[in-house]
């Protein structure tokens, strides 16, 4: 589904990625792993064109890079960003209403009636303002909301950021049904690896913007140079 070769991203005259090459195959979920600063969220920033990219990204065969972040969310990529990114001032219905923007169809009310089952807390919430909401139940509306987009591809970076541990299971723990359910494709960002391997199929570790391991979730989770970096070993 995803295809990256040769990406190199930047911000103005600061270099973040060298050459990454990875991808996400159809129906799978695949784990960035890395220290703060080695260039996790750069690449899920750079798949959306969102700072100065070049090489190639293939989104189901065709390169992305170039195209608008509008258009490649119309394409079937959504990116959940750090730190939620909800609308504050606007009702937990009104940002699901948000994430629908770029849909023509008529079942956008029929998709917040299936997310409201998924989280329940949110459709107890559903008139709320965003703002007013716990850590946990923004998280669970800025991936509803992303959601609402219908995509093929899910971006998440740092999901489990500034949440409870027993919050972060349980929205792990949902993830892992979407993606037996639907089918949904993910390329998560996360520090908390131990959940992450538990949920990916499959793992890459970047380091200062080259990615330097790669290989199952289950290889990764046994090897030493992870479990010292990033498991606590």
Known sequence: MLKVEGLHASYGAVSVLRGLDFE?????????????GAGKTTTLRAICNM????GTVEFEGENIVGTSTAQIVQKGVAHV??????FPELSVTDNL?????VRKDN???DDIGRWFEIFPRLEERKDQLAGSLSG??????AVARALMSRPRLLLLDEPSLGLAPLIIEDLFERFTALNKETGLTMLVVEQNANLALEMADYGYVIESGHITLSGPADQLKNDPAVQEAYLGA
């Open 107 to 109: 079942e956008v009310r």
């Open 24 to 36: 996400v195959p159809d129906g799978e979920v695949r784990v960035i792993l890395g220290a703060n």
């Open 81 to 86: 960003p750090q730190g939620r990114g909800t």
């Open 136 to 141: 946990g139940e923004q998280q669970m509306l």
């Open 51 to 54: 700072c100065n990219v070049s």
């Open 97 to 101: 209403l948000v994430g629908a923007y």
